[in-house]
């Protein structure tokens, strides 16, 4: 209560602070508004005077303008404008004077200007008469004089004076305005946040005592609640309160207990029902409140009587509780049943109410007789609720069948109950919900006959943990059988507690019949020694586990037959102790593709030995890793001096650059060792000499990366015979050349002499034939024949050796045009044969156009020469056979050729006839051959005497692919 | 055709082969036209005869050149060079009258600017008609340069 109070007034306090600082801040504001207002009012009550100086002023030069005005000119108007001018500038003194009242300061200056203006007055008057009377040079006179100047000066320093002064006094109060508006916002912005504070200094101590009081009510409420739990916890004593008329306020299970009355039934009512009838009568209960009362507090010794009538002698000792004022609240009752028996059972129900567990006895009929607190709590019901109820209310089935039965507990039953497990069975609450429960039964005897005393203990949480635990096994029961290896699981006895499928299929056994088995039966030697050793890996299996290469062993099938297998084990925690997961690879065909390897190698090993080439085996770093005999003989070093050396010793330059390039091979290497003739290098001997080597490289692969086995072959001979080939090949080409040369010079210069010879002879022909005698027109002719003929002759030996020294490169050439060209050349041969020259469409060739057409001149110029009597036909074809060649023919009805003469025309200078038959120095199909040789052909002839013959000829086609 | 009068022709034979000469020269008999005939056995000579120096300093200049390629000392090509470089003397015809069919020859002569080139027939019949060809055509046929513009002054 006081609490309450002292925090209202707190509250109040606070509150009341804080209305009033905000009040403060709102008058201070206030007043700085107003004062700043105010200066904002005197600023511009400044500017205002200032304004007026500023009409003043002007009032004041137009006057003296005007005047002078007037002056010059005479004007009346002038006049009237200075009137005006001194009017306003009157009004304007006013209303200065007026407005700068409260500025002596200014009033003084506006005295000045007052007298001022009175001499200004007398000026003017002056001079405006002047003018009147004398004229403009006069008054120019006078307005010259000093005064007019003065009194103009005068004026102008007084006014800029007084504007001097309203301006520093507009700058001084545009100063004050500003301090002012500062100070108010200042005031504002501290006022409220003072007034924040106090407000939330206030809330948060309101908050403080509430929380205070708060856990003060919580404290109480604990003890009250420790008090009557502790009431509660009594089962032998009956502690209940009452009012002071002794009408029963609270109970407690002992009252409860020796009375037999619950809560419900006695509540209310007044404690002397539990007194005899005698009692009653006497008024024994009142008395005892009353000495109670007296006393503070009053023992009893009695008689009572339970609910079911029966009497017993019990002690009370009663205690009067007293308000805060004194008043009598009620009073404590403490009462003690002393009828013996009563001491046992009620040791009983304070066991019971003491156990963890929710505790239920049941009578023979299967009512609820007895329950403590917990089961009160498991159950949710209050106990007066669960008492003498049938107990298949809160355990529907498996509870009460067991009381039906002479003996209570069947041999399962009391089985499970030695090993602690108990009957498991659903129990339902209160509100209907189930849960899991283990009961443990144990018969009482008791007065009321054999009672049952059940423990019932909540399963729910161990059920949730035995089902997740349950899962976990499926799971890795689960991932143990789609597990791809044979998967077992050991235990430390050695025993195969689980497999999967795929050790069934490895072994060969059922599930059933593996399970249960020594592991040693299907894995012999290895793994069961594994097991017993405490630490399960020793280093060297605990490394080979971590290569991922496990531990090679060998298992056993059914069958009996054995395999290698590879395992990899791992221990695994369980219930049961440590258990060993063993994953079992079957790697039977590892081994055999090891074993095919190494079986290789020693293959690959002995070829090496064997080769007749040297053979080096190169590895990545470029050290030779292996070489066989002849390696040794041939560079001179024995076995061990070149194995582990660099490549480099003994092939100084090529390889080991080959090695580095990612490709082994280039293209022109790969070529090369395609078409069989390899690298060449130089090799380098022991003893430092050198000599050509061909070099064949391939690469190897095996474990230890990328190997290349170079055979190399010595090529010093072969080298030296294509040097000597070479020389030879030169030697010939410059003979030839020279050949060439000679024969075209020979002819050439022959030439001269010759046509000489030819020449004059046949002048002397000329000038003296018929002027000598016969015998000398006859000399001079065979001179004159033999001259030319001789010409002829070395004529056709320059064509012929032509052929070979000017003749040009082979082209695709038209053979149809060289045809045709051929044919210009025949023209007047033909023309004079009547001779018919036909021929089909002539491919492309490869040839030297030139002399193609001179290889067509020859032939078919023959055709016609050796013509047969009638037509001369000529025909030319050619027939391509396959892509490489084309066969040309040149056939004709002529003469014919008899075979035995088909070798002999194709010589230099042969001749079937005579030369008085057939013109011709018999060079013509010789020069044919040679052609046809240099185009890569060869020619023949098909004739028969009589029946015309055919020449046939091959040139290279024009190749497809260029 | 012709606007030539009566005049002689004045024809020189670069040649060093005697035979030749006379060959030439009875081919150029039996045309019909008057011919002076010179004869340069070498290329000296010639250059000589057509400088007019020394012997040769009443040299007349002839209206046709026949050049033999193969000379002894100066070789006719450099005579038919020297001939096509100098201003005067290039206005002459100069015709190759050689035994050589070396394509080689022909192309140089033409580069020089030899107005043509023959190759001697082996022949004689085929010689003389040659020969009367050439007199037929540069001496009858084709105009030549007025002998008048080249007085000596």
């Known amino acids: 209560m006081s609490i309450k109070l002292q925090s209202n007034r707190t509250i109040l306090l606070a509150f009341g602070s804080a209305i009033l600082v905000l009040i403060a801040v709102g008058l201070f504001s206030y007043r700085g508004v107003v004062e700043s207002r105010s200066s904002a009012g005197l600023v511009e009550h400044t500017r205002d005077v200032l304004r007026e100086f500023r009409q003043l002023s002007l009032a004041v030069e137009t006057m003296s303008s005007s005047l ?24 304007e003194r006013t209303v200065v004077r007026d407005m700068t009242k409260d500025n002596p300061e200014q009033q003084r200056r506006i005295a000045a200007l007052d007298v001022l203006v009175v001499e200004w007055e007398q000026l003017s008057d002056r001079i405006v008469a002047m003018r009147r009377d004398s004229g403009l040079e006069a008054t120019i006179v006078a307005f010259q004089d000093a005064r007019g100047e003065l009194i103009n000066k005068s004026f102008q320093a007084l006014r800029a004076e007084m504007i001097a002064a309203e301006i520093s006094l507009l700058s001084v109060r545009s100063l004050e305005k500003e301090q002012d508006v500062e ?17 939330g200094g206030a809330g948060w101590s309101v908050q403080r005592d509430s929380a205070s009081r708060a856990r003060t009510e919580l404290a109480l409420r604990e003890s009250e609640d420790k008090f009557r739990r502790l009431i509660d916890g009594v089962r032998d004593h009956a502690i209940y309160m009452i009012g002071p008329l002794g009408e029963i306020r609270s109970w407690n299970p002992g009252a409860e207990t020796i009375t037999g009355w619950t809560f419900a039934e006695v509540s209310g009512q007044n404690y002397s029902r539990f007194f005899t009838a005698d009692d009653i009568e006497n008024g024994r209960p009142a008395e005892l409140l009353r000495r109670a009362a007296a006393n503070g507090h009053y023992e009893d010794r009695g008689t009572r009587v339970r609910k079911n009538g029966e009497q017993f002698a019990a002690q009370a000792t009663l205690t009067a509780s007293h308000d805060a004022e004194g008043k009598l609240r009620g009073f404590t009752v403490i009462s003690r049943d002393l009828s013996e028996g009563k001491e046992s059972e009620a040791r009983y129900r304070g066991l019971m109410e003491a156990a963890p567990d929710a505790m239920v006895v049941v009578n023979q009929s299967g009512e609820i007789v007895l329950l403590n607190v917990q089961a009160e709590k498991q159950f949710g019901y209050h106990r007066d609720a669960l008492l003498g109820q049938k107990v298949t209310s809160i355990i529907p089935q498996g509870f009460a069948e067991r009381l039906i039965a002479d003996d209570l507990r069947s041999a399962e039953d009391a089985l499970a109950q030695q090993i602690g497990t108990g009957i498991e069975l ?51 029961r689960g991932l143990l059988e789609a597990a791809p290896d044979a998967m077992v699981v050991v235990n430390q006895g050695g025993e195969i507690v689980l497999l999967n499928v795929q050790a ?36 060297e299996d605990a490394l080979a586990q971590q290569i991922g ?84 003989k041939q560079f001179g070093y024995r076995r061990d001096e070149l194995l582990g050396q660099k490549v480099k010793n003994i092939i100084p330059e090529g390889f080991e650059e080959r090695l580095i390039a990612d490709d082994l091979r280039s293209e022109e290497d790969a070529l090369a060792q395609q078409i069989g003739t390899g690298i060449e290098l130089i090799a380098r001997r022991k003893d430092g000499s050198e000599f050509p080597i061909e070099l064949m490289l391939s690469p190897l692969e095996n474990v230890e990366g990328t190997l290349v086995t170079a055979a190399i072959r010595n090529i010093t001979a072969r080298k030296q015979a294509a040097e000597q080939l070479l020389k030879k090949v030169d030697e010939l080409y410059r003979s030839n050349e020279e050949l060439g040369q000679f024969a075209n010079i020979a002819s050439h210069d022959l030439q001269e002499p010759l046509r000489m010879v030819a020449s004059y002879t046949q002048l002397l022909s000329r000038r003296y034939k018929g002027k000598l005698d016969s015998d000398a027109d006859e000399f001079i002719a065979f001179a004159v024949d033999g001259a030319s003929r001789m010409q002829r002759l ?169 | 055709m012709s606007t030539r009068k009566a005049t002689s022709m004045d024809v020189l034979l670069v040649e060093d082969s005697a035979g030749d000469v006379r060959l030439t020269q009875e081919a150029f008999r039996n045309s019909n036209l008057n011919i002076r005939f010179h004869v340069a056995v070498d290329g000296t000579e010639a250059m000589a005869f057509l400088s007019r120096t020394g012997a040769y300093a009443d040299a007349p200049r002839p209206d046709l050149i026949l050049l033999d390629l193969n000379l002894p000392k100066m070789d006719g090509r450099e005579v038919l060079a020297r001939i096509k470089a100098n201003d005067s003397l290039k206005l002459i015809p100069t015709v190759i009258l050689t035994t050589s069919d070396a394509e080689d020859d022909i192309i140089f002569s033409y580069q020089l600017q030899a107005n043509c080139y023959l190759t001697k027939p082996v022949h004689l019949d085929a010689f003389d008609g040659l020969v009367k060809s050439i007199s037929e055509f540069w001496l009858n046929t084709v105009k030549l340069p007025q002998q008048s513009h080249f007085r000596k002054s």
């Open chain 1, 794 to 962: 070395i004529q056709d030996l320059l064509t012929y050796s032509r052929v070979g020294t000017k003749g040009t490169e082979m082209v695709e050439t038209s053979s149809e045009e060289a045809f045709q060209q051929a044919i210009m050349q025949l023209q007047g041969a033909i023309t004079e044969s009547g001779a018919l020259v036909t021929h089909e469409p002539l491919p492309m060739v490869m040839a030297d156009e030139t002399q193609l057409t001179q290889l067509f001149q020859n032939l078919v110029g023959n055709a016609i020469k050796y013509q047969a009597p009638g037509v001369p036909k000529v025909h030319v074809s050619a027939t391509s056979n396959g892509d490489k060649k084309w066969k040309f023919v040149v056939k004709d009805n002529g003469l014919g050729i008899d075979a035995q003469y088909f070798e002999r025309i194709f010589g230099m200078f042969q001749r079937l006839h005579k030369r008085e038959e057939y013109a011709g120095t018999g060079i013509g199909l010789a020069i044919c051959k040679k052609i046809v040789e240099r185009h890569g052909g060869s020619i023949s002839v098909e004739s028969q005497l009589g029946h015309g013959s055919a020449f046939g000829f091959d040139l290279a086609s024009v190749s497809r692919d260029t």
């Open chain 1, 549 to 632: 290469t496990g531990i090679e062993l060998i298992a056993l099938r059914k069958d009996g037959s054995e395999f290698p297998i590879e395992i990899m084990l791992s221990p695994l925690d369980s219930a049961e102790g440590t258990l060993v997961t063993a994953a079992i690879r079957n790697i039977s065909v590892r081994k055999a593709a090891d074993q095919h390897m190494a079986q290789m190698e020693e293959r690959y090993r002995g070829l090496l030995e064997a080769a007749p080439d040297a053979m080096v085996v190169v590895n990545d770093a470029g050290e030779i890793v292996l070489l066989n005999l002849q390696a040794g």
């Open chain 1, 68 to 91: 002078r005005g007037y002056i010059i000119s005479g004007d009346e108007t002038y006049l009237e404008a200075m009137r005006t001018a001194e009017a306003a500038m009157n009004r």
């Open chain 1, 426 to 476: 659903t129990a339902l609450r209160k509100d209907g919900t189930e849960f899991p429960i283990e009961i443990m039964l144990s018969p009482l005897a008791s007065a009321e006959g054999i009672l049952v005393t059940a423990a019932i203990r909540d399963i729910s949480v161990r059920n949730a943990a035995e089902k997740h635990l349950a899962q976990m096994e499926e799971r890795y």
């Open chain 1, 183 to 199: 100070q108010t916002k200042l005031i504002l912005i501290a006022g409220t946040l003072l007034g924040l504070l106090i407000t």
């Open chain 1, 504 to 539: 069934e299929n490895q072994f060969g056994y059922r599930r059933d019949e593996l399970l249960g088995q020594m592991v040693t039966n299907i894995i012999p030697v290895g793994f069961a020694e594994r097991l017993v050793a405490d630490d399960l890996r020793s280093e």
